[in-house]
């Protein structure tokens, strides 16, 4: 292998890894305000069929990106209404969502299937983009894949050095004491709720406007519970959800070019696993050794907030 | 206004149900419509596999109009879903039902011992009951042209192939690619990705893009989404269709389709039904019938190539050309088929390994 090969590989990862980030570092927010949103399929579909639809019908991919978020946060508000409000079970509400979002979106993306659109456009930045290897690599790609890695730095400040992070993880933890020394927690909670939608919105634009541009029915193939799966993985920490979607995306990817090189000798099976064997094996070395004991959930993760009035 | 129920008007109400329930014979006549349901492995707008049985399932209600009702359960998992799935359908008076993916095979023939008076359908599956019929198209037939054209025009000599899940359906298309390029081009490899998925977009384009990343400049694909010939136009490689005329997504990049039809089939089951004539039947039909069809070729493929692969469309259909006439060799070089036989249907539909050329 040289870089001639390596690099292309590199290429497909970046962009098999770009929507899992977006929908699992939204939905680590929603976490740690104590939300469990299992939804993210639901909506990640809402966003790819919004984006899409939008971008045909107005010839705008900013357009789309832009409808796909206010579709996110609109399903992500649907189920705030549902489960903070009206304090339904977020865990049934959740599936629900992605139920519906499934249904909503073949119903709304039906007159677009078979209907081809531009692939969302590399950001040229004059001179770096040329450059050799590091010009692909680093500044070669669409707009998506720089915000899936910039809401990932801004959720990491945001979280550990700002107050309100501090606020927001406080309700994640102890939405009694959080609301005794007077935070609304409902409202922390919306907020996440709807930038969980939005990032999951986010996600959805790039399966439909740039990952495969087009729109077919539940494209988003599980995805968004690989992204559920991957916040867990982190252990709820921004830069481990960083590093587990390049790793899924890199293991997902290797697979496939190892096959195609051939004279591996090891069956295809064996070699499709390897993605959920790498998340076992991680797991594992996370919960034992020196990291024991950091798996930490947000301690009021999926339990609805029923203040004592 | 709202009648009172008393003790008269509830009689009268209960005799009328109990007259309309006596009368089987009323179900039976001309004006009620037969029921027809439809199992579904995917969503109908897969533009794939599941997009062409939506497609047959309307050319009935098309052909019978207001003499028949379909029903359509699509998504639906192989595995227990599949068994409540088709119960379901039978109990609620459907009469025809087809279940129309592989894995539907042993569901089916268990919902079939528990309603005899309903008659099944069952697509790419072998196995038959007194009410379970079975049906198939011979891909192959296609893949065999598309293997003509791919050995023709490849450059590098690679063809790709994403292949989905390791049945022996899949196996027989690989083989029949591989065959058919290498009579035209005998260095020519087909280079096979599995994606153990029949439908996952975003999978498809990375196995598209993982092979022509290694050299591959014609791709070919046995799974159902555009994305893999979406990925070729854009990186400005040749492609076929999968199920559907894919055109839109890939109009330089497409060389042809293997389109499926299943229409006629549905009407003519349909026909059996309404005229009482239905029978256990298993079906494995491919060019000759019209169960597949090949979309126009597209630009990249020049005169003289259209007339050989018209030919050998022409020879398959007239039984002249046999996609898998020996000498055929495995993928170490020993021959399996000897010059003068061809591998019998049997064999085809338990095919579990590779031609010479084959490189997986």
């Given at each position: 292998m040289n870089i001639d090969t390596i690099l292309p590989m590199l290429l497909t990862v970046i962009a098999a890894a770009t929507p899992l980030l977006l929908a699992s570092i939204g939905e680590l927010v929603t976490e740690k305000a104590g939300v469990l949103n299992l939804g993210v399929e639901g909506m990640m579909l809402a966003g790819a069929v919004i984006a899409f639809a939008t971008t045909v019908g107005t010839g705008s991919a900013a357009l789309g990106i832009v409808?796909?978020?206010?579709?996110?946060?609109?399903?992500?508000?649907?189920?705030?209404?549902?489960?903070?409000?009206?304090?339904?079970?977020?865990?049934?509400?959740?599936?629900?969502?992605?139920?519906?979002?499934?249904?909503?979106?073949?119903?709304?993306?039906?007159?677009?299937i078979g209907v081809p659109v531009e692939k969302l456009a590399h950001l040229d930045i004059a001179g770096l983009s040329d450059l050799p290897v590091i010009g692909p690599l680093l500044f070669g790609h669409d707009v998506l894949v720089y915000a899936a890695v910039a809401i990932t730095f801004a959720v990491a400040w945001f979280l550990k050095h700002t107050r309100a992070g501090l606020i927001l993880r406080a309700v994640g933890e102890s939405d009694l004491s959080a609301h005794s020394i007077g935070y609304d927690v409902i409202k922390v909670r919306y907020m996440a709720v709807l930038f969980g939608g939005l990032c999951s919105g986010l996600a959805g634009a790039y399966l439909s406007l740039s990952y495969t541009p087009m729109w077919v029915e539940g494209m988003t193939a599980g995805r968004g519970w690989i992204a559920l799966a991957l916040v867990a993985f982190a252990s709820?920490?921004?830069?481990?959800?960083?590093?587990?979607?390049?790793?899924?995306?890199?293991?997902?990817?290797?697979?496939?070019?190892?096959?195609?090189?051939?004279?591996?000798?090891?069956?295809?099976?064996?070699?499709?696993?390897?993605?959920?064997?790498?998340?076992i094996i991680v797991l594992t070395v996370i919960s034992a050794g020196p990291w024991?004991?950091?798996?930490?959930?947000?301690?009021?993760?999926?339990?609805p907030f029923r203040p004592a009035s | 206004m709202?009648?009172?129920?008393?003790?008269?008007?509830?009689?009268?109400?209960?005799?009328?149900?109990?007259?309309?329930?006596?009368?089987?014979?009323?179900?039976?006549?001309?004006?009620?419509?037969?029921k027809i349901g439809f199992v579904y492995v995917g969503p109908v707008g897969d533009f794939g596999w599941t997009h062409g049985h939506d497609i047959g399932r309307k050319a009935i209600e098309a052909k019978f109009g207001d003499k028949v009702k379909t029903t359509f359960v699509e998504s639906v998992a192989e595995g227990p879903d599949a068994e409540r799935v088709i119960r379901q359908l039978a109990s609620s008076g459907n009469k025809l039902i087809f279940t129309t993916s592989f894995g539907y095979m042993e569901p089916t023939l268990k919902v079939a011992k528990s309603f005899p008076k309903v008659m099944f359908e069952h697509a790419t599956g072998f196995k038959?009951?007194?009410?379970?019929?079975?049906?198939?198209?011979?891909?192959?037939?296609?893949?065999?042209?598309?293997?003509?054209?791919?050995?023709?025009?490849?450059?590098?000599?690679?063809?790709?192939?994403?292949a989905s899940v390791p049945i022996p359906e899949v196996v027989m298309g690989i083989n029949a690619t591989a065959i058919a390029a290498r009579k035209v081009r005998p260095d020519a490899e087909v280079k096979v990705v599995w994606v153990n998925s029949w439908y996952d977009p975003g999978k498809e384009g990375d196995a598209a893009k993982a092979l022509i990343d290694q050299g591959v400049d014609i791709m070919t694909q046995h799974t159902d989404s555009p994305a893999p010939l979406q990925i070729a136009e854009q990186r400005g490689i040749l492609g076929v269709g999968q199920a559907s005329d894919m055109k839109n997504f890939a109009p330089k990049a497409q060389l042809t389709a293997i389109v499926d039809e299943w229409g006629p089939y549905y009407v003519e089951r349909t026909q059996a039904m309404l005229d009482g004539t239905w029978k256990t039947s298993d079906t494995w039909h491919g060019l000759k019938e019209g169960f597949l069809s090949m979309a126009p070729y597209g630009d990249a493929v020049p005169e003289a190539l259209r007339k050989e692969a018209d030919d050998i469309k022409a020879g398959i259909i007239a039984g002249t050309y046999l996609p898998f006439a020996g000498p055929i060799k495995d993928q170490k070089g020993e021959v399996k088929i000897p010059e003068g036989k061809s591998i019998p249907d049997g064999d085809l539909l338990g095919m579990n390994w590779y031609v010479e050329g084959v490189q997986a």
């Open positions: 409808a796909a978020m206010l579709a996110g946060m609109a399903t992500a508000l649907v189920f705030g209404v549902l489960t903070l409000t009206l304090m339904a079970n977020q865990v049934a509400t959740g599936l629900a969502l992605t139920i519906f979002g499934i249904g909503l979106s073949s119903l709304i993306g039906s007159g677009y709820w920490r921004p830069w481990r959800v960083l590093g587990g979607a390049y790793i899924f995306g890199g293991v997902t990817i290797l697979q496939l070019y190892l096959q195609g090189s051939g004279g591996i000798g090891v069956p295809a099976q064996v070699m499709n696993m390897l993605p959920y064997l790498a998340t024991r004991g950091r798996l930490d959930a947000p301690a009021c993760l999926g339990k | 709202i009648r009172p129920i008393n003790r008269r008007t509830f009689l009268g109400t209960a005799a009328a149900g109990l007259t309309l329930a006596a009368s089987p014979l009323r179900g039976a006549s001309a004006a009620d419509p037969l038959t009951a007194p009410n379970v019929s079975v049906y198939n198209s011979r891909f192959y037939e296609g893949r065999a042209i598309v293997g003509h054209i791919a050995g023709s025009l490849t450059k590098t000599g690679k063809i790709g192939y994403i």
